[in-house]
């Protein structure tokens, strides 16, 4: 039966389980390193440092026996973090940060370990620069979102461990790497089976857990390894230096002093380069990147999402690359769906101001749970959307694109044309019942003509300068837009939009 709760003796004895298991299975998940680095020692190093933070903890007990719960977490973390070896090592500290975080003096229960998954996924993320889907991220963030509010320790970690389950036997889909060698990623088998050691402990199950998939290593891709090295005497860098020759080629050194330099290799052997830089060195800026000649991310499936309503300006959206989705019913189920049916690496959202907060954070949420990487764009309204798209790039990394779309949508400078349905005050003054009014945070024209309140609108939104229109409108709308190009020295684009809310927006760039 499942305890509610983990007190300090059963976090000390999951500690021992998991350092047995993972001694026991560290060769087979050696075998599994092929990204990002083939280097064959995921499996050695999670072990190593999960053995640091044990003896740390073990230390703690014995000072102390009437240690409690939270100071064990804090001296699993502590043991961890000043005991990691390599990439893997550094994120199993910070999932016992994540832990040591959330344990209190009542125990490590239901909520305590789903938010002990979050705090971990959120550490492991900002320790990570570059973020690879593919990777332990993608099985911790999985694992951190499936628990429910309101479960208990039991469902949070059944729900956990399955999860991590399904998103590492998914990740060869999403690492091209992975892919091409056959394995599955080895420090989210890792994360597995400290989730699985984890299950076991708090049911208290014996023996050890069923092996995640495993195959042959990949042939050792050429890494260049840059780093700044600071040696204690001249002599100690210069031996770096020598010995670093038979471990790859264009071997660079950029001299910073007699005892510090920059330096620069390829090779095949990365893992021995940076275990000779760190024992020979005080290293700084280390930096690894396979070079073009061997496996490589390249991007995923990109979903792009449209909030918008039917008709022309849905038309409009597709042409440019988006899928539409309309804003009545539950659009939130609606991008669910499409997750689940497209199954993307990437999701892009373009809201349009017709989303809420809260069906914003859910969309997010649900793009977390199925784990694709999602970007919820500040686009105010559809002509703003148009504009995010029309600088999109699928050849781009998902970041870099959508810095670009969303400068591109917050730089457009928009207004919205509309008819009042009864006399009122506005803040342009009066307005009586079909007047027309142009807004954008507030209404800045009312008057009686349609034309009147494009070209007020227009002069208004080029006041500071532009160099492109778009205008969104209505069917019934008489617009001029090689008038209005002539009139104002700019490019004027016109789309029907049957189904927008006013009669027009405009938008300039």
């Not at 309101?150 to 389950?165: C, E, F, H, M, Q």
């Amino acid at each position: 039966m499942t305890s509610a709760s983990l007190h300090a003796d059963r976090l000390l004895s999951w500690a021992r389980r998991a350092v047995a298991e993972l001694e026991r299975r560290s060769e087979e998940i050696n075998r599994l390193n092929v990204f990002p680095v083939p280097d064959s020692d995921t499996g050695s190093n999670l072990a190593y440092t999960m053995r640091s933070a044990l003896t740390a903890a073990e230390r703690a007990a014995a000072d102390d026996p009437a240690s409690g719960v939270a100071e064990i977490a804090a001296a699993l973390a502590r043991g961890a973090v000043r005991g990691a070896r390599g990439n893997s090592g550094v994120v199993l500290s910070q999932v016992l940060r994540g832990l040591a975080a959330q344990a209190s003096a009542g125990g490590i229960d239901g909520p305590a370990a789903a938010g002990a998954l979050k705090r971990a996924y959120e550490l492991v993320r900002e320790a990570i620069s570059e973020p690879v889907e593919g990777t332990v991220l993608t099985v911790l963030r999985a694992a951190a979102f499936a628990p429910s509010e309101g479960d208990d320790l039991s469902a949070v970690i059944d729900k956990a461990t399955a999860a991590a389950r399904r998103a590492l036997a998914a990740t060869p889909s999403q690492l091209p790497a992975l892919q091409e060698a056959g394995v599955v990623d080895a420090g989210g088998s890792g994360l597995v089976v400290l989730l699985e050691t984890l299950k076991a402990e708090a049911d208290g199950e014996e023996g050890a857990t069923a092996p995640p998939e495993e195959d042959a290593g990949a042939p050792r891709p050429n890494v260049e390894v840059m780093f700044y090295a600071t040696a204690k005497k001249p002599k100690v860098l210069e031996g770096l230096v020598s010995e670093l020759r038979g471990l790859g080629d264009s071997l660079q050194v950029a001299a910073a002093g007699p005892k510090s330099a920059t330096i620069h290799i390829h090779s095949r052997a990365p893992g021995r380069v940076v275990e000779l830089a760190y024992a020979r060195a005080q290293v700084e800026d280390l930096r690894l990147e396979v070079l073009p000649d061997d496996p490589r991310v390249s991007p995923g499936e990109r979903l792009i999402l449209a909030v918008a309503p039917g008709g022309a300006i849905k038309e409009l959206y597709e042409q440019v690359g988006a899928e539409v989705i309309g804003p009545e019913g539950d659009p939130v189920a609606e991008i669910d769906r499409r997750l689940a049916a497209r199954r993307p690496e990437e999701l892009i959202v373009l809201p349009n101001g017709l989303l809420s907060a809260r069906e914003l954070a859910s969309a997010d949420k649900a793009a977390q749970a199925r784990g694709c990487r999602a970007i919820l764009l500040p686009t105010v309204r559809p002509v703003s959307g148009i504009a995010a798209l029309s600088v999109h790039d699928r050849d781009q990394p998902l970041a870099a694109v959508a810095y670009h779309m969303a400068e591109a949508a917050s730089l457009m400078r928009t207004a919205e044309l509309f008819r009042l349905e009864q006399a009122q005050m506005t803040a342009a003054g009066p307005g009586q019942a079909g007047d027309v009014c142009a807004a954008n945070d507030e209404v800045f024209f009312v008057g009686e003509g349609i034309g009147e309140a494009i070209e007020h609108t227009l002069g208004a939104l080029l006041r500071t300068g532009g160099e492109q229109v778009t205008i969104l409108s209505r069917p019934e709308v008489e617009l001029d837009a090689e008038g209005l190009s002539e009139r104002f020295g700019v490019e004027v684009i016109a789309f029907e939009a049957d189904t927008i809310r006013g009669l027009a927006e405009i938008g300039v760039e």
